[in-house]
């Protein structure tokens, strides 16, 4: 499984602002060479999911909404990524629908992919490295 680039740069930038304390979007894409136009949405989708307080207009911080322990992996994930694997997921009817097992194995499959990251908090990830990172941007 691949992650979406944007629940990429939505676990970067909470990282960046669980070590930072608060940042502008610019200093966040900067840091990460990233575009700061595709940032700016991803803030956007990580304010509307109540994982960052942003407030509004040129150089104003952001900051999380809530504790980096509060905040894990799996819930950022299910904000962002898609989960309908097959058909199935998606309500479409495939002919097999009610004689297969796969919408089973890959729900099972979904579900502990999730469960291993609703284990990993944002504070988990913190280290000497990322916290360096915000040193030399902000």
Sequence with gaps: MKLQQRTDFALRALLFLADSGGATPTA????????????AKVM??????????AERGRGKLATLARPAEDITVGDVVRTFEPFDLAECF??????????????????DARDAFLAILDEVSLASLQTRTTRQLTRLRI
């Design 44 to 53: 956007s989708a990580l304010s509307a999911a109540g994982f960052v307080r």
């Design 90 to 107: 998606r309500g479409d009817q495939c002919a097999l629908t009610r004689r297969c097992n796969l919408q089973r194995a890959l729900g």
């Design 28 to 39: 966040i894409a900067d840091a990460h060479g990233i575009s700061a136009s595709h940032l």
